[in-house]
């Protein structure tokens, strides 16, 4: 007896939906900034409920809007000292102690290998501290410790961001942010009170800097938990506040000290 026909079945196979260009760049690039889970919950399931996927993408979101807005924080300070050819009001000490806390917070975050979204605005807040700190040296004629000082400072750097430093050692340095940051403030203030004016500070940077360590709190304790940093930024932001409530204070002073000074030079 034959066997009956018998027809083969394939297995039954979904069609696959192709994933346009533009969508499949999107969630790519969202997944290299956000974890994938938190990218595929909010591009693909149009969930917005999960607290901790809001909570990162905030932070993630605060933490590159603060490295981008660092890149101009200093610049109005900078070009007040620029166009005055002058540093007058600003404490080198002051400078040189707030450039100290945040190369130390750099080398102590790049060590630990924290997301570059919670410390990367340091490097370009070193960057122009340091040419603060340079100007007010070379407007002040004191060029040869102008030109000592960036080479002394290149190395330091170097031997802090190069992996020669342990760990151990930049946790110290990290530790005296604390007393560095509050120090370096609390100098410029009595400087301001001394003098009666703020001189070239600038309003618009001391204020961005305070709101840029008010939004550090929040990030360093969402992408590190590190309570050292969480600490040296709540300190930082009340010493900025100060500087800022002293702008306004003596603003009128200042304006008034900075119009003797342009009417010297001119003469």
Known sequence: MAAPNTVRMDPIVPPTTAVPPIASAILNTCNTLLSEQCCHKFLVDFDFSNQECLKFALSKGLGYSIIVASTLVKLPQLLKIFSARSGAGISVLGTFLELLAITFNAAYSYGKRYPFTAW??????????????????????????????????????????????????????????????????????YRNVKNGHTGQMSFITVTLLTLGCLARIFTSIQETGDQLVVVTYTVAAAANFLQVAQVLYYWTKTNAFLAKQSKKKHK
């Open 120 to 189: 990367g605005e340091a490097l370009f807040l070193l960057v122009e501290t340091g040419l603060i700190a340079f100007l007010v040296l070379w407007y002040d004629r004191r060029r040869v410790s102008a030109s000592v000082f960036v080479v002394l400072y290149a190395a330091l750097f170097y031997g802090l961001m190069s992996g020669m430093a342990p760990i151990a050692v930049l946790w110290q340095l990290q530790a005296c942010n604390l007393p560095l940051a509050v120090s370096g403030k609390l100098l410029q203030v």
